[in-house]
């Protein structure tokens, strides 16, 4: 791990490689796991505000969800998660002339609707950010659906946190992400002593 400010940094943020690769996985994070994507309290209230503008964007099954449960639930650690159809895929999720799986909330975004882009939890992974009491841990997290995302990454070089770029600044701001940098040459000089 590595410290930088109130963060302890995961090395395989540095060393492990990740580019989403869509067209294979088709959106899988978006409809698979146990719960829904972790949100803040804040997020839940930007969802809540955002909603009418996002809606145009969701699927009939995730507006009915939504109606019924709300934009978020509480989930077994008792903290926030978006709302689920049926218990499995994202009640914000469309899917594309393709076939992907991509956000509601996001396209939205993009498309000038709102100001609030997809969850940050959405926007950083394979990062996990875990809070603790005096210190974020941030964490690489493995998952099988993801296994074209480290190829591709591979193939290409891209390490997971020059991946994240948008989102790391977009989440802590860009003299923290000058910080990754500053810390991954070091890493890279280490490696080649």
């Not at 930088?4 to 690769?21: A, R, T, W, Y």
């Not at 939504?66 to 469309?94: H, S, W």
């Not at 948008?166 to 070091?186: C, M, S």
């Amino acid at each position: 791990m590595i410290e930088i400010g109130d963060k302890l940094v995961s090395e395989d943020i540095f060393e492990k490689e990740f580019v989403c690769n869509l067209g294979a996985c088709k959106g899988a994070c978006c409809v698979e796991g146990d719960d829904g994507a972790p949100l803040t309290m804040d997020e839940v209230t930007l969802l809540e505000d955002n909603i009418d503008a996002i809606k145009p964007y969701m699927t009939e099954e995730g507006i009915s969800t939504i109606g019924r449960v709300g934009v978020f639930y509480m989930d077994q650690d008792n903290e926030p998660v978006t709302a689920l159809v049926k218990g499995a895929e994202c009640a914000f999720v469309f899917r594309d002339d393709e076939g992907i799986t991509k956000c509601s909330v996001e396209q939205a975004y993009r498309d000038g609707k709102t100001d609030f882009n997809k969850p940050i939890s959405c926007h950083l992974y394979p990062i996990r950010a875990q809070k603790y009491r005096t210190f974020t841990a941030l964490n690489y997290d493995r998952w099988e659906i993801c296994k074209d995302a480290c190829s591709l990454g591979e193939q290409l070089g891209v390490s997971v946190f020059k991946f994240l770029k948008e989102p790391l600044i977009r989440a802590y701001g860009a003299p923290f992400y000058e910080q990754l940098e500053i810390a991954d040459k070091e890493l890279q000089k280490n490696k080649s002593k």
